[in-house]
T-cell receptor, first 111, second 115 residues
Framework: GESVGLHLPTLSVQEGDNSIINCAYS??????FIWYKQESGKGPQFIID?????DKRQGQRVTVLLNKTVKHLSLQIAATQPGDSAVYFC??????????FGKGTRLSVIA | GAVVSQHPSRVICKSGTSVKIECRSL??????MFWYRQFPKQSLMLMAT?????????EQGVEKDKFLINHASLTLSTLTVTSAHPEDSSFYIC???????????FGPGTRLTVT
């Protein structure tokens, strides 16, 4: 099973700066990746996804980068706002198998 | 986008009792539903996968007799925590996939507290 930690890694950024949240995934056969945002007491909220045949995808203020060589995924948030404060999870899947979630990173935006 | 609802959003029950959590897909037919559990400061852990009309597939370490899952229709799945104990207190989140299967939509979660 997955190893779990007692504390989520925390990233603190100044409002207006760019944020980069990283994720190392485990399954080299995974072909679909998603970033979710989770606010306290709520379910995960879809942010952006990317398939394994791509290495970059951009959305509104967000960019996801995929490096399959080192099994690394990152989420970049431009001009971070206080409303971006939340826990961010990467998730991976292979084919139609269920999504498997990474450990999560807490983003704290300093006004 | 597709909407998944859960009911109740919060429930408190006494140790030894059972509690049922409902998960509904509101605007699409969910051929597959997933149940996750999330403890404080931790990630979502998959408990089981259910296909409409079939028995659920449980992840290793999840007791199927304790966490009863019923996926009787294409819009409803229920999770019943039987003989709940304080260690079952957690945030339970359901997710659903439609016929396209690739997208997985999440519900808002249910906070279970067992006293």
């Amino acid at each position: 099973g997955e190893s779990v930690g007692l504390h989520l890694p925390t990233l603190s950024v100044q409002e207006g700066d760019n944020s980069i949240i990283n994720c190392a995934y485990s399954n080299s056969a995974s072909d679909y990746f998603i970033w979710y945002k989770q606010e306290s007491g709520k379910g995960p909220q879809f942010i952006i996804d990317i398939r394994s045949n791509m290495d970059k995808r951009q959305g509104q203020r967000v960019t996801v980068l995929l490096n399959k060589t080192v099994k690394h995924l990152s989420l970049q948030i431009a001009a971070t706002q206080p409303g971006d404060s939340a826990v961010y999870f990467c998730a991976e899947r292979r084919g139609n198998t269920p999504l498997v979630f990474g450990k999560g990173t807490r983003l704290s935006v300093i006004a | 986008g597709a909407v998944v609802s859960q009911h109740p959003s919060r429930v408190i029950c006494k140790s030894g009792t059972s509690v049922k959590i409902e998960c509904r897909s509101l605007d699409f037919q969910a051929t597959t539903m997933f149940w996750y559990r999330q403890f404080p400061k931790q990630s979502l852990m998959l408990m089981a996968t259910s296909n409409e009309g079939s028995k659920a597939t449980y992840e290793q370490g999840v007791e199927k007799d304790k966490f009863l899952i019923n996926h009787a229709s294409l819009t409803l799945s229920t999770l019943t925590v039987t003989s709940a104990h304080p260690e079952d207190s957690s945030f339970y989140i359901c997710s659903a996939s439609g016929p396209a299967a690739y997208e997985q939509y999440f519900g808002p979660g249910t906070r279970l507290t067992v006293t």
